[in-house]
Structures are given as structure tokens and as C-alpha cells.
T-cell receptor
Framework: RKEVEQDPGPFNVPEGATVAFNCTYS??????FFWYRQDCRKEPKLLMS???SGNEDGRFTAQLNRASQYISLLIRDSKLSDSATYLC??????????????FGSGTQLTVLP | GAGVSQSPSNKVTEKGKDVELRCDPI?????LYWYRQRLGQGLEFLIY????????KSGLPSDRFSAERTGESVSTLTIQRTQQEDSAVYLC?????????FGPGTRLTVL
């Protein structure tokens, strides 16, 4: 089983739609969770951090379910500019020299006019 | 403020040559990561530096790959005797704790 799993999509939705992505993780000791977005041929950029039960930033809402070991990202009123690949990232507790972050393979979103 | 910078932005080289890629992290970030991303693929972890601790090299694909970092400053990733399968975008990220901030990457093409 992969450490972080995402539905690769693609998700093709019309402008104004609401779309949700899920991400599951295998290590129950994971402490921090993030969503990044990556535009075509660009570097990943931090979209949201998810530290507790979830948080909201404008049209974007991230939820964390520790019992089921998944996080979700909800995008409301989607815009053409939301078209990108969304990466789920999970962080183990800080452990000195050990690698911390695990990236999912990403979910591709295309918002259609 | 200044973000993570990488150089060169593009590098074309011939098979068998050595290449050196540079990453300038955000000042004050103690952690630095190198990733490789092939076209249409996800991020592939290569190496991780945290302060003065021994680096985590578990992601390096072969002994042709090596990386160095002096203190909490610049890092270089060196690929010796490049192969065509090394063609990819090499991304560097720095981090103050949890969140990572990525540079624009170096696009490496091995002919």
C-alpha cells in the first residue's frame, strides 16, 4: 500500500462547480498535512496547511479525519484558474535526520468554461 | 522576500558528462530537499538535509548522484556520467519546519 494515495483523476468540472478530492495515508503517526497545487511545468506551491480538524481559506476547505486516515480538499465556485494538479502531502513527526514529507502522486483538475 | 532560487533553469548535456545543479534556499530555513520529477510523473524524493545532521540519502537512485550542503546555505546536486533516463526537472525545496517552499527547478535534458 502506498504511504499517500490520491485519485489521479482527471476531474473535469464546469466553472462554478464544487469539487472534492480525497487523500488517504497509511501512517497513523502522521502529524501534519498539506495541500499543494502544481501548475503545468511549474513547481509545487503550498495551498493550505491542515493541522487540526480542518480549515477554510476562501473557496477552499480542507478537512482531516484521523480515525479514517484521510484528508480532503473542497473547492467551491471553481474558477478556470483552479485548473492544476493538487498534491496531498503528509508529514511524520519531526525525527531529526529522517525524511519527513511524503507526497501523493496528485489529482489533476481541469475547470471548463 | 526572496524565495528559493535554482540555477541553471535549463541544462542540456551529452550522455556521459557530469552536471552540477545549484539551489539557494530561503535564508533561515534549516531543512533542504532535492526531488526529481519526470514528465507527467509525481515528485521523487532524492535527498534531505537538516541543519548539521547527516543527510538522508535514501532516495538517491544510484552512486552517480551526490549532493552537498554547507551549513544552512547553498546546496549542489551533482550527477556524474549522465544517462538519458536522468532527463527530468530537478526541484529543490527549503523548509523552516513543516511546510516546503519550492524553487522553480532545473530542467535537465540528456541527449
Amino acid at each position: 500500500r502506498k504511504e499517500v494515495e490520491q485519485d489521479p483523476g482527471p476531474f473535469n468540472v464546469p466553472e462554478g462547480a464544487t469539487v472534492a478530492f480525497n487523500c488517504t495515508y497509511s501512517n497513523s503517526a502522521s502529524q501534519s498535512f498539506f495541500w499543494y497545487r502544481q501548475d503545468c511545468r511549474k513547481e509545487p506551491k503550498l495551498l493550505m496547511s491542515v493541522y487540526s480538524s480542518g480549515n477554510e481559506d476562501g473557496r477552499f476547505t480542507a478537512q482531516l479525519n484521523r480515525a479514517s486516515q484521510y484528508i480532503s480538499l473542497l473547492i467551491r465556485d471553481s474558477k478556470l484558474s483552479d485548473s492544476a494538479t493538487y498534491l496531498c502531502v503528509v508529514n511524520l513527526p519531526f525525527s531529526g535526520s529522517a525524511r519527513q514529507l511524503t507526497f501523493g502522486s496528485g489529482t489533476q483538475l481541469t475547470v471548463l468554461p | 522576500g526572496a524565495g528559493v532560487s535554482q540555477s541553471p533553469s535549463n541544462k542540456v548535456t551529452e550522455k556521459g558528462k557530469d552536471v552540477e545543479l545549484r539551489c539557494d534556499p530561503i535564508s533561515g530555513h534549516t531543512a533542504l530537499y532535492w526531488y526529481r520529477q519526470r514528465l507527467g510523473q509525481g515528485l521523487e524524493f532524492l535527498i534531505y538535509f537538516q541543519g548539521n545532521s547527516a543527510p538522508d540519502k535514501s532516495g538517491l537512485p544510484s552512486d552517480r548522484f551526490s549532493a552537498e550542503r554547507t551549513g544552512e546555505s547553498v546546496s549542489t546536486l551533482t550527477i556524474q556520467r549522465t544517462q538519458q533516463e536522468d532527463s527530468a526537472v530537478y526541484l529543490c525545496a527549503s523548509s523552516p519546519w513543516d511546510e516546503q517552499f519550492f524553487g522553480p527547478g532545473t530542467r535537465l535534458t540528456v541527449l
